[in-house]
């Protein structure tokens, strides 16, 4: 979505249009979660800033003042959100992300009895694989230090180009592509280790 259409799509919202939010909705969803998972670490809390930061988009369109940097301004809105979240929920948060015995027991038995139990014949040959995909991807992504995570999830889950990126983080392109391609090694390097 370009600076005109989210302008325009904020002065549909401001005049309780809900479909131009539906539509920003649409274009920035994967975007705002890709903030919201990489500042919380915690799925169900992204989710929840997620969601909430589209009630707030809607609320406040009224106030928006188009400066030709819309997405760097979504993106800090949602930051401060996660933020705000963070200093309100912290402590139940860090307790939410501890495994409990449960699940360190539940993990030790996965170690040593392999992870074929997880699944059932009547899950399909491909959900096993794209499961154990999914699993080895996330564990390679805790390799990565927060920038390399950032320029990976706005360049691969949000689809933005290097320059784009570049200006969202305020950083020069030669540093974004750094960083992309230092995130992409260690990933090839992982997975192939693996």
């Given amino acids: 979505m370009d600076e005109q259409a989210f302008s325009g799509c904020m002065q549909r919202m401001a005049a309780g ?3 131009a939010l539906r539509e920003v909705y649409e ?7 890709s903030v919201c998972i990489n500042q919380l670490k915690n799925k169900e809390a992204a989710e929840d800033v997620a969601s909430e ?25 949602a930051k401060n959100m996660c933020i705000d979240y963070m200093r ?25 009895a392999g992870a074929a139990p997880m699944f059932h014949s009547s899950d399909g040959p491909g959900m096993a694989e794209e499961t154990l995909n999914r699993l080895t991807l996330e564990k390679a992504m805790e390799l990565l230090s927060p920038k390399e995570k950032e320029v990976i999830d706005l360049k691969l889950t949000a689809g933005f180009t290097f320059k784009e990126i570049s200006e969202l983080l305020g950083m020069p392109q030669g540093t974004v592509s750094w960083h992309y391609n230092e995130a992409i090694k260690k990933l090839r390097r992982y997975l192939q280790d693996g």
Wanted: no cysteine; hydrophobic share 40%.
């Fill in 88 to 112: 309100k929920n912290g402590r139940e948060m860090a307790v939410l992300d501890e495994p409990d015995d449960e699940d360190r027991t539940r993990e030790v038995s996965m170690e040593s």
């Fill in 53 to 77: 930061f589209f009630i707030r988009l809607f609320q406040s369109a009224g106030s928006f003042r188009d400066n030709g940097h819309h997405k760097a301004w979504i993106i800090t809105i």
């Fill in 27 to 33: 274009a920035y969803l994967k975007l705002i979660f």
């Fill in 17 to 19: 249009d809900r479909d």
